[in-house]
């Protein structure tokens, strides 16, 4: 079966770190451009992070940058977050995204999503 | 890195046609033939329904097409029904490997 699962969501004080791995099968995933998306409780969707499919460009929203790192191992089949500094307005639903096509041209898989709570 | 605009709400009855429109700007949606849209029930995760502007993948019902002119593009549901109320989104590429989404539209199904 073709999917993207989420793992590593949870309650983190702010100012901490928390790693989110998402696990892909059912497809090639080394030859697909990768993605995090989140959205906040009540909230739309908020692009995050891309990560090419050899690992070599990596792209961020500017209110992430210098505090989020995205990675993937794709001998694991594996997508990393690792988000440090965390802040409240880190709290969202990350989502997984596979983006389709060879130059990543739109977002047509998606996880189920783990959610992350930033709160003293 | 600003969000493209979009209705916060539509609504229509059964078997009608309703269009939601996302407005963008010359650097992101008017640049580039790669908007999409997503579909999101309660709950779910999104659902990608058009792709580059009008494409419409495999699986999704024909009664969804997309269109687009100069820095707007628009989302038409013809045939209206009860299980397409839900949020939808668009989502335009705007250069320097960043994306940017809509702030969402809920459908209403009278």
């Known amino acids: 079966e073709v999917q993207l699962v989420e793992s590593g969501g949870g309650l983190v004080q702010p100012g901490g770190s928390l790693r989110l791995s998402c696990a892909a099968s059912g497809f090639t995933f080394s030859t697909y451009w990768m993605s995090w998306v989140r959205q906040a409780p009540g909230k739309g969707l908020e692009w995050v992070a891309n990560?090419?499919?050899?690992?070599?460009?990596?792209y961020y929203v500017d209110s992430v940058k210098g505090r989020f790192t995205m990675s993937r191992d794709n001998a694991r089949n594996s997508l990393y977050l690792q988000m440090n500094s965390l802040r409240a307005e880190d709290t969202a639903v990350y989502y997984c995204?596979?983006?389709?096509?060879?130059?990543?041209?739109?977002?047509?898989?998606w996880g189920r999503g783990t959610l992350v709570t930033v709160s003293s | 890195q600003s969000a493209l605009t979009q209705p916060a709400s539509v609504s229509g009855s059964p078997g009608q046609s309703i269009t939601i429109s996302c407005t963008g700007t010359t650097s992101d949606l008017g640049s580039y033939n790669l908007v999409s849209w997503y579909q999101q029930h309660p709950g779910k995760a999104p659902k990608l329904m058009i792709y580059?502007?009008?494409e419409r993948p495999s699986g999704v019902s024909n009664r969804f097409s997309g269109s687009k002119s100069g820095n707007t593009a628009s989302l038409t549901i013809s045939g209206l029904q009860a299980e397409d109320e839900a949020d939808y989104y668009c989502c335009s590429y705007a250069g320097a490997g960043i994306w940017v989404f809509g702030g969402g539209t809920k459908l209403t199904v009278l």
């Open positions: 580059e502007d009008t």
């Open positions: 995204v596979r983006l389709g096509h060879s130059n990543g041209r739109y977002f047509d898989l």
């Open positions: 990560i090419k499919q050899d690992g070599s460009d990596k």
